[in-house]
Structures are given as structure tokens and as C-alpha cells.
């Protein structure tokens, strides 16, 4: 199958999408270690990856600590092929199974990732950050898409 949850063995293959994104870029890779990757998937909370032949091509990442999306990302020439929302629906799932009502994320304006969330039905609740768009999304908002 090619969406399974994320091993710590898979870092490395997981760093690479995360720094051949042409949006929503690192402005300094340095900035998401290897120890950030394993405590999201781990102790705050859980990945998945998406697989072709070995080669991972998108992740995931809810982090219960915070009740956010940590991460959602694909290699690009991966995308529109229904792999993200694979990935995202499958992490909203697990994360409202969990008894969380509401998470939130961020991402930057006028990106591909902004109309996806907006198609997913996530509700824009502001500004983040450096000028990014922040969404949420409720846990009854959630089933109601279902």
C-alpha cells in the first residue's frame, strides 16, 4: 500500500521532499532538524508518507501538542494526483479520533497549498506569522465534509 505511517527510518527520504518543494520553501533548511522530525511523528504526535516503488514522495504530519498540521508536502511533479488529499484525510482522521476538536495551520498566500486547503474546506481565521494565511478546521466541520 502506499500511504503508511511515517518511521523514524524515513527522515531522511522525508527531509528531501521537504527541501524540493518549489512553495512554502525553508527559508534555511537547517531550520527542521532530524530531532524536529522524530519528536512530531513521535512524541507530539504522528506521520504518514506516501510511497511509489520505494521512494517516498509526500508527507504528513499532525502535532497534538500544538493542534496543528506540522506538515503536508509532495515532490513537486507529484501534485494533483490525489496523493495530498490521501495523506491529508488520512491525518485529519487519525487526528480527530483522537478527541481533538479543532486544529489549525499556516501556509503562504496565493500558493497551490492555499486553494487546496480552501477546496478542503478549511476556514481562514487570520494572519500568521510572516504574512502567512492561517486556516482551521473543526472537528464538526470535518465529519459534515465526510
Excluded at 517516498?56 to 504530519?61: D, K, M, N, Y
Excluded at 484525510?89 to 486547503?117: H, I
Aim: hydrophobic fraction near 40%.
Amino acid at each position: 500500500m502506499p500511504i503508511r505511517e511515517a518511521r523514524l527510518a524515513d527522515i531522511p527520504q522525508i527531509q528531501f521532499v521537504r527541501n524540493q518543494v518549489k512553495e512554502n520553501v525553508l527559508s534555511n533548511p537547517a531550520l527542521v532538524t532530524d530531532q524536529d522530525c522524530a519528536d512530531f511523528m513521535t512524541r507530539r504526535g504522528k506521520g504518514w508518507v506516501f510511497e511509489i516503488e520505494d521512494q517516498i514522495v509526500g508527507f504528513a504530519i499532525a502535532d497534538l501538542q500544538d493542534d496543528n498540521i506540522w506538515a503536508l508536502f509532495l515532490l513537486p511533479g507529484y501534485e494533483k494526483q490525489g496523493i495530498g488529499r490521501l495523506l491529508h484525510d488520512t491525518m485529519l482522521d487519525w487526528y480527530f479520533a483522537q478527541g481533538k476538536e479543532n486544529v489549525w495551520l499556516s501556509t503562504s498566500p496565493k500558493t497551490r497549498a492555499e486553494g487546496f486547503y480552501r477546496k478542503a474546506g478549511w476556514q481562514e481565521t487570520g494572519v500568521y506569522g510572516k504574512g502567512e494565511i492561517k486556516f482551521e478546521m473543526s472537528r464538526t466541520d470535518w465529519i459534515a465534509r465526510k
